[in-house]
C-alpha cells in the first residue's frame, strides 16, 4: 500500500507542475498573442517545408520503387502548404483554436467520468470535480463556436489554458488531500 501512496503521490505533484508550466503558456500566450501566432505558424511551417523536401528527396532516390511514387505530390503539397502557413500564420490558428476546444471537451467528459466513479465510491468532493467537469466542457464549446477572430483568438487560447489549469490544479490538490481515503476505497 506504501507504494502505490507513494506513486500517486509522485503522479499527482507532476501533474501540478505540468499544469502549472502550462498555465505560463496560457499567460504568455495571452500576453503575446501576435508573436505567439507567428512563432506557432513558422514552426508548422517549417516542419512541412522540411518534410516536403524529404518527401521529394526519398522519390528521386527511390524512384524505382512503387512505394515512393506519390512522394512527389506529398512532396510538393507539404512544401506549399509550408509556405502558405509561414506567410498566413494566423490560417493555422482557426485550425488549432478548434482542436484546444475538442481537447477541453474531451477533458472536462474525463472529469465527469472521474464524477461518477467518485459518486459510486461515495466522494464528498465530487461536486467540485463536476464543477470542473461542466465548465471544461462550456469552455471548449465556446472555443469551437469563438465569435471572434485573428489576435482575440490567440488571447482566448491564453486565457482558456491558465482558466484549464487552475482548475485542473485545484482537482490535482483536492486529488492529493484526499489521496488516503481514495486509495483506500479503490482497495
Not at 499527482?12 to 506557432?40: C, D, H, R
Not at 522519390?59 to 510538393?76: D, P
Request: aromatic share 14%.
Amino acid at each position: 500500500m506504501k507504494k502505490i501512496e507513494q506513486s500517486w503521490n509522485k503522479i499527482i505533484i507532476s501533474e501540478i507542475i505540468y499544469s502549472m508550466l502550462y498555465a505560463v503558456l496560457g499567460i504568455i500566450i495571452f500576453l503575446k498573442p501576435e508573436i505567439t501566432n507567428n512563432i506557432v505558424g513558422l514552426m508548422i511551417g517549417t516542419f512541412l517545408l522540411i518534410y516536403g523536401f524529404f518527401a521529394l528527396f526519398t522519390f528521386i532516390e527511390r524512384s524505382k520503387i512503387k512505394l515512393f511514387h506519390w512522394n512527389f505530390i506529398f512532396g510538393l503539397l507539404s512544401i506549399l502548404l509550408g509556405i502558405f502557413i509561414m506567410f498566413n500564420p494566423l490560417s493555422i490558428l482557426h485550425f488549432l483554436n478548434i482542436t484546444f476546444g475538442i481537447w477541453l471537451m474531451v477533458e472536462g467528459i474525463k472529469k465527469a467520468v472521474y464524477y461518477l466513479f467518485m459518486k459510486k465510491i461515495g466522494e464528498e468532493s465530487r461536486k467540485i470535480v463536476l464543477a470542473s467537469a461542466i465548465l471544461l466542457f462550456t469552455l471548449g464549446l465556446l472555443l469551437i463556436f469563438n465569435p471572434f477572430k485573428t489576435i482575440i483568438i490567440s488571447k482566448t487560447v491564453g486565457v482558456f489554458i491558465v482558466l484549464f489549469n487552475v482548475v485542473n490544479i485545484n482537482d490535482l490538490v483536492l486529488l492529493k488531500r484526499r489521496g488516503k481515503r481514495i486509495l483506500e476505497l479503490l482497495k
